[in-house]
């Protein structure tokens, strides 16, 4: 398998904070106003499962799309979704298809989702290039790999026309991001004042993230946390394909990362069906990432 399979070792990270974590520079420490309306955006990262960049290893989940589509509409939600770069020229047809038969929008999660040794800039530029030449537009959103977005990057996404991220994980995961004490809510990002930021969900708190792959890994604790813990107002609830369908590409990954990515993940639908029903009940509004952008613009006026 390849190194970069595995997103709990430390080489990932360890390489990008090299590249471009600039000394002294922090995301904004400051908790925004709650605001008074309760949104859920269910998000999808777009990608080759678990970054296998290897022969017989290439969107093998994309065999499910049809139970993909299936699922999503049942669950009657809209959804947004950050595509990689590459599997946007890869996979035209996949992408028309999720456009066309589901309630989407598209946003960008990279060009190759991996360190490279191109720039941050140029990684957007061949992302946007490749969203550009799709859609016939460019990107207004993005998602950084791993959630592992640097301050420096911020001004970069706003010269380079974007108007809002949503890769912070107000949560802590060692080697990878620490941010115990960055704001739950959508806030402006410091110094950067036509960018949002839109961080991804955790429960109040303890700050575990709210996404499929925690929800997969706890299981039924986490689950019924949902309906009793505070949460957000403003949820932003990630899932990826691999998190909801088995593939050889889960046999692939190193043993603990197996292990642990493999728990409760025949169920793993069933899962996402209950979390989403929970969350409708506690009075959120399903919402696209460009609705909560929108809600968030008006509420700075
Ligand atoms: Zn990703």
Redesign the pocket.
């Known amino acids: 398998m390849s190194k970069a399979a595995d997103e709990h070792t430390e080489d990932a990270s360890t390489q990008r904070q090299n590249g471009n974590r600039a000394a002294g520079q922090r995301l904004s420490r400051t908790e925004p106003q709650q605001p008074s309306k309760k949104q859920f955006a269910l998000t999808l990262?777009l990608?080759n499962d678990w970054?296998f960049d290897e022969p017989g290893y290439d969107h093998l989940t994309f065999e499910y799309i049809d139970d993909f589509i299936e699922l999503i509409d049942r669950l009657s939600v809209p959804l947004s979704i950050?595509v990689?770069g590459k599997t946007l020229e890869q996979y035209p047809e996949v992408i028309d298809r999720l456009d066309t038969e589901l309630d989407t929008e598209f946003h960008l999660?990279?060009y190759r989702?991996e360190p490279t040794t191109n720039s941050f800039r140029e990684e957007l530029k061949l992302g946007k290039e490749a969203f550009r030449n799709h859609f016939g537009h460019d990107p207004i959103g993005y998602?950084e790999?791993?959630g592992d977005i640097d301050p420096a990057q911020f001004p970069v996404l706003a010269d380079e026309g974007f108007l809002f991220d949503s890769s912070v994980f107000p949560s802590y995961r060692p080697g990878v991001y620490s941010n115990l004490d960055t704001p739950l809510e959508p806030y402006v990002i410091e110094g950067v004042p036509d960018l949002l930021e839109i961080p991804l969900g955790v429960f109040r708190g303890v700050r575990i993230p709210l996404s499929q792959n925690y929800l997969k890994l706890f299981g039924r604790p986490l689950i019924e946390l949902l309906s009793v813990a505070p949460l957000p107002n403003t949820l932003v609830y990630n899932v990826?394909l691999q998190d909801l369908y088995r593939t050889d590409s889960h046999e692939n990954l190193p043993g603990m990362k197996r292990r642990i990515m493999g728990r409760n993940l025949d169920r793993s639908v069933e899962i996402l069906e209950e979390s989403v029903d929970r969350i409708r009940s506690k009075g959120y509004e399903p919402a696209k990432i460009t609705d909560i952008h929108s809600y968030h613009l008006h509420l700075k006026q």
């Open positions: 990262d990608e970054y950050f990689v999660h990279s989702h998602r790999p791993y990826h």
